[in-house]
């Protein structure tokens, strides 16, 4: 049996860069019974919860992040960061990690440099097809770094960049159809449209869901998660046959069970999951280079719908279009599967405990 080793993982602010993170803890888990686990995170992103219901202690971590719509605090950032890396050092001396995980997302930057200076080797995992600023900022202090796509790996040292598909948790593989239909009441004749807004919510479609929910709800079951903090009165009340909620952590898997049609942003956790699951899609990226270049890459392989741009009308004609097609269903699903490897998280398990076999 190996001996005990204590991996530490770091990411939030979004969810993105948190399942990956937890499909990896699974897999450490399953190969070593002795694998001691901890989680640095954002005192106030949507992973909390998350993380702690995996049996993971939380530790909260305030990181500068490059927000271009306050310009004003750019000149202060390096500052900023200095206290943060402090604060990472101090937490990575008292903790003691035998090796670090990042996935994106500001608060790792301080932790990975942290793990460098500690002489802790750091593995970054890339989700997304084009490259963020936080996993370039971790790439010169990391051992491995691993990406979804062969379209990333150029953006990274050959000799330490390896292409390793995607991965998600394997409790996501596991709901029940009728746990969720009894759940929220759900009409069984009836399809059912998941509505993801992401862990932080997308304000955009929950504003066109409430316009054209009265239109769908005749022909279809709604389950929307609006995001923390995101809940609209018209949609809380909009029932029956539409049930909207702030957030799903052990239910996600029956809400992904019961739901013949998703609507969802691009971000690679959730594209990771409907790939995993080969769940029809209507996809609606976020006007950003990192989701965009996510979703002409569904929209090129046939993977999924992608609206470009948004509006109520444009989202009810094409979730009725796609209720009433099942070939192309049939498609969507065949190909979105076909995205990429799904098993992302053992092939990381394996080379990282292959790293620590000389110490063992």
């Given at each position: 049996m190996l001996n005990e080793q204590h991996f530490l993982l770091t990411g939030g602010g979004t969810l993105g860069s948190v399942t990956p993170l937890l499909a990896i803890a699974a897999e450490l888990r399953k190969r070593n019974a002795n694998v001691s686990l901890s989680f640095i995170g954002t005192p106030n992103g949507p992973e909390r919860l998350l993380v702690e219901s995996q049996r993971i202690p939380f530790w909260q971590l305030a990181a500068p992040k490059l927000d271009r719509y306050r310009w004003w605090l750019w000149p202060i950032l390096p500052v900023m960061f200095v206290f943060s890396w402090l604060r990472a050092l101090r937490l990575l001396y008292v903790m003691k990690p035998n090796f670090v995980f990042a996935a994106g997302g500001y608060v790792g930057v301080p932790v990975a440099w942290a793990a460098f200076f500690l002489r802790i080797p750091v593995w970054v995992h890339q989700l997304d097809v084009l490259p963020g600023l936080a996993n370039k900022l971790m790439a010169p202090v990391a051992r491995k770094i691993s990406v979804t796509f062969e379209e990333t790996a150029k953006h990274f040292p050959k000799r330490k960049t390896i292409v390793v598909g995607s991965m998600v948790r394997?409790?996501?593989?596991?709901?029940?159809?009728?746990?969720?239909?009894?759940?929220?009441?759900?009409?069984?004749?009836?399809?059912?449209?998941?509505?993801?807004?992401?862990?932080?919510?997308?304000?955009?479609?929950?504003?066109?869901?409430?316009?054209?929910?009265?239109?769908?709800?005749?022909?279809?079951?709604?389950?929307?998660?609006?995001?923390?903090?995101?809940?609209?009165?018209?949609?809380?009340?909009?029932?029956?046959?539409?049930?909207?909620?702030?957030?799903?952590?052990?239910?996600?898997?029956?809400?992904?069970?019961?739901?013949?049609?998703?609507?969802?942003?691009?971000?690679?956790?959730?594209?990771?999951?409907?790939?995993?699951?080969?769940?029809?899609?209507?996809?609606?990226?976020?006007?950003?280079?990192?989701?965009?270049?996510?979703?002409?890459?569904?929209?090129?392989?046939?993977?999924?719908?992608?609206?470009?741009?948004?509006?109520?009308?444009?989202?009810?004609?094409?979730?009725l279009r796609l209720l009433d097609s099942p070939e192309l269903n049939v498609d969507l699903s065949k190909n979105i599967r076909g995205l990429f490897a799904l098993n992302a998280d053992e092939r990381i398990a394996h080379e990282v405990l292959t790293l620590l076999a000389p110490k063992l």
């Open positions: 394997q409790a996501i593989r596991h709901g029940e159809r009728e746990v969720a239909l009894q759940r929220y009441g759900f009409n069984v004749a009836l399809p059912t449209l998941l509505v993801v807004g992401g862990g932080t919510g997308a304000a955009a479609i929950n504003e066109a869901c409430a316009v054209i929910w009265q239109d769908l709800v005749p022909y279809m079951n709604v389950l929307h998660l609006v995001g923390r903090g995101k809940m609209l009165t018209v949609l809380e009340q909009a029932k029956p046959g539409y049930v909207a909620l702030e957030f799903l952590n052990e239910g996600m898997a029956d809400a992904y069970a019961v739901a013949d049609l998703v609507v969802a942003r691009a971000g690679l956790g959730t594209i990771s999951e409907l790939a995993a699951l080969g769940k029809p899609s209507i996809i609606i990226p976020i006007h950003e280079p990192f989701q965009e270049a996510n979703a002409k890459v569904l929209e090129e392989r046939k993977a999924a719908q992608v609206i470009w741009h948004l509006t109520p009308q444009i989202l009810e004609q094409t979730i």
